[in-house]
């Protein structure tokens, strides 16, 4: 059974940190890209960085030079160091393989950037 299991998120103020963790079962963690997600109510979720088996990554414009995707291969965990965060990040972010290929997502963390 795939599960992801994301946690770090909370309350920060802007151009503060945070990072976030998922752990990830279920699959053959190694051979996948992995990335995290961020939604919003209301609008579609959106990916926001990708990292492939690899360890290339790739990142959408809008948090490029702010966050950092990393993988940790034998304990099937992502992590997302996210910098200078901004009240426009404040969303639920979940993480998945890219894309997403087994209809499994986890609950998500919350994070909110605010003063």
């Known amino acids: 059974q795939v599960q992801f299991a994301e946690s770090g998120g909370g309350l920060v103020q802007p151009g503060g940190s945070l990072r976030l963790s998922c752990a990830a079962s279920?699959?053959?963690?190694?051979?996948?890209?992995m990335g995290w997600y961020r939604q919003v109510p209301g609008k579609q979720r959106e990916l926001v960085a990708t990292?492939?088996?690899?360890?290339?990554?790739i990142y959408s414009d809008s948090v490029k030079g702010r966050f950092t995707i990393s993988r940790d291969n034998p304990n099937t965990t992502v992590y997302l160091q996210m910098n200078s965060l901004k009240p426009e990040d404040t969303a639920v972010y979940y993480c998945?393989?890219?894309?997403?290929?087994?209809?499994?997502w986890g609950q998500g963390t919350q994070v909110t950037v605010s003063s």
């Open positions: 990292i492939k088996s690899s360890g290339s990554t």
């Open positions: 279920g699959f053959i963690f190694s051979i996948y890209p």
């Open positions: 998945n393989q890219v894309p997403p290929l087994f209809g499994s």
